[in-house]
Nanobody, 118 residues
Framework: QVQLVQFGGGQVQAGGSLRLSCEAHGSFFGVNDMAWYRQQPDKQRALVASITPFGTPKYTDSVKDRFTISREYGKVYLQMNSLKPEDTAVYFC??????????????WGQGTPVTVSS
């Protein structure tokens, strides 16, 4: 049983910073791409940032120059700076992991809310 567990959500004022963490737990045998998604109120879930096993990041335009994605083995982080009210959302991490079958599947974290007040 492989699970992704998230930490670091909370409330912050506009202009502040927050760091999200995500860790893979259980018996896994490899990790490929990792990413962060968010679901803003009354909107569909959308990709925020992704990172390859070599550490190459990609960002959606709305968070470029404010957010930074990084990774260690089995872990992914999202450093969020200069937060804006429109960043308010439930944030989810994902990871492509090789589980007990030794084949890769996409796993999702449980989600953690971030609220940015003006």
């Amino acid at each position: 049983q492989v699970q992704l567990v998230q930490f670091g959500g909370g409330q912050v004022q506009a202009g502040g910073s927050l760091r999200l963490s995500c860790e893979a737990h259980g018996s896994f045998f490899g990790v490929n791409d990792m990413a962060w998604y968010r679901q803003q109120p009354d909107k569909q879930r959308a990709l925020v940032a992704s990172i390859t096993p070599f550490g190459t990041p990609k960002y959606t335009d709305s968070v470029k120059d404010r957010f930074t994605i990084s990774r260690e083995y089995g872990k992914v982080y999202l450093q969020m700076n200069s937060l804006k009210p429109e960043d308010t959302a439930v944030y989810f991490c994902t990871a492509d992991l090789a589980g007990p079958t030794r084949t890769y599947s996409t796993y999702w974290g449980q989600g953690t809310p971030v609220t940015v007040s003006s």
